[in-house]
């Protein structure tokens, strides 16, 4: 029979395997799914979730579970700051609560929202270098009741989980800097050119107004494209939070073709929303899913034809709720439209053409998995191309 202190040491360098494993792992969510999973069989659970803490908006929200099936109801979520996970991470301390319904600090929205039954949490302070991370929560001992040596084992997880965390959104951030320095050299590059030829007697007045226009242009691109870097650093390190409320689609899609109206006029456009449900109401964050279907309505824009048209559709069944915007502009190969959602893609058939960053795909992407959902494309060279939004209901 195997001694108390034998099953600890065996813990300790079963724990000691796990960690090398993190400080392998360079995607986030990869990582955060293999913390979760690590913390559950560590401390003999039933479930167990990581949120992180937004330093911007100072929030706390779900970032990654073990329960898959329940995750996309979880995503975004921002608790309280009076919750348990909360208390843990304006505290900076451990916390074990035998029985949450006797805990006034207990956030049941979630046990509500995924009917998830909840007993017992064990949530542990994530820290790295005196910086806080997140919290991370182990839910329902699969036999008895958390014990300090419990807390212990996951605190030595925790430890180590925040550092590769950390050092995860670190090596995030430097290979999206070294892609940004890549793309920001050709406008920066067109910029000197033509500083250099307006130095020149030889260029008249026309010249130098066109010349003019286009570091206009230039400097524009790379105001956007410094913003677009910013929105997706935040989403790809998951420092953002999602403010989920629940509002009506049609009416949210009907402000985005106003929006985007004037825009289309200029080309001749035609916009048409198709509705399935009128009163078909969702919940998530507005704003993201507004930014989402706008930058989708751009690109129909600026890749169609012009006196062309752009449907808007929507519809539901009982699990999704699925948008999509559909041109009947140039399109793009077939082989090129896998490569779509990656950062900095432009399509070899129009650079230099069409005004871009090549990264409003990446961050629509980033936002709809962030809200557990999905998004993909289809393009028919030619013929025009169809971006399809899922969203679970």
């Keep these: 029979m195997t001694s108390p202190k034998d099953q600890k040491l065996e813990q300790y360098e079963h724990l000691i395997s796990l960690s090398r494993d993190l400080a392998s792992t360079l995607d986030l969510d990869s990582l955060l799914q293999k913390i979760v999973n690590m913390a559950v069989e560590l ?3 039933q479930a167990a979730s990581i949120l992180l803490y937004d330093e911007v908006n100072q ?44 805990d006034k600090r207990f956030f049941n929205k979630v046990e509500k929202d995924i009917d998830f039954p909840t007993q017992s949490i064990l949530a542990i302070p994530l820290i790295a270098k005196e910086k806080l991370i997140g919290v991370l929560e182990v839910l329902n001992k699969k036999e008895g009741t958390y014990v300090p040596e419990d807390q212990e084992i996951l605190m030595i997880l925790g430890a180590q989980a925040a550092i590769a965390i950390e050092n995860t959104r670190l090596f995030q951030q430097s290979d999206l800097i070294s892609e940004l320095v890549h793309e920001i050299r050709t406008p920066l590059t067109s910029i000197n050119t033509i500083a250099y030829l307006l130095q020149q007697s030889v260029i008249d007045c026309d010249e130098r107004d066109r010349l003019a226009q286009i570091i206009r242009e230039e ?19 998951g420092r953002i ?86 041109d009947y502009g140039m399109g793009i190969p077939e082989e090129e439209v896998p490569e779509m ?17 090549g990264l409003g795909l990446s961050i629509c992407k980033r936002i709809v998995e962030g809200h557990g959902g999905k998004i993909s494309a289809k393009s028919q060279l030619g013929e025009g191309s169809t971006f399809t939004v899922q969203l679970p209901r």
């Design 43 to 45: 401390s003999y659970s």
């Design 241 to 326: 939070s999602f403010d989920h409320i629940r509002f009506s689609l049609p009416e949210l899609l009907q402000e985005c073709v106003q929006n985007i109206q004037p825009e289309a006029e200029k080309y001749g456009l035609q916009l048409l929303i198709e509705n399935q449900d009128s009163q078909l109401e969702i919940e998530a964050d507005r704003d993201k899913i507004k930014q989402v279907i706008l930058n989708l309505l751009s690109n129909a824009i600026k890749y169609n034809r012009e006196n062309g048209t752009i449907i808007l559709h929507s519809h539901h069944d009982e699990n999704w709720v699925t948008i999509s915007v559909q």
């Design 341 to 357: 959602f990656k950062k900095f893609f432009r399509s070899e058939r129009t650079k230099g053409k069409r005004p871009g960053t």
């Design 219 to 237: 400097t524009q691109r790379l105001s956007r494209m410094t913003s677009q870097f910013l929105d997706l650093s935040r989403l790809e390190s």
């Design 59 to 102: 929030q706390l929200f779900f970032q990654s579970a073990t329960n898959a099936e329940n995750e996309p109801q979880l995503m975004g979520i921002v608790v309280p700051t009076d919750s348990i996970a909360g208390w843990v991470a304006l505290n900076r301390q451990p916390v074990i609560v035998a029985d949450v319904h006797q």
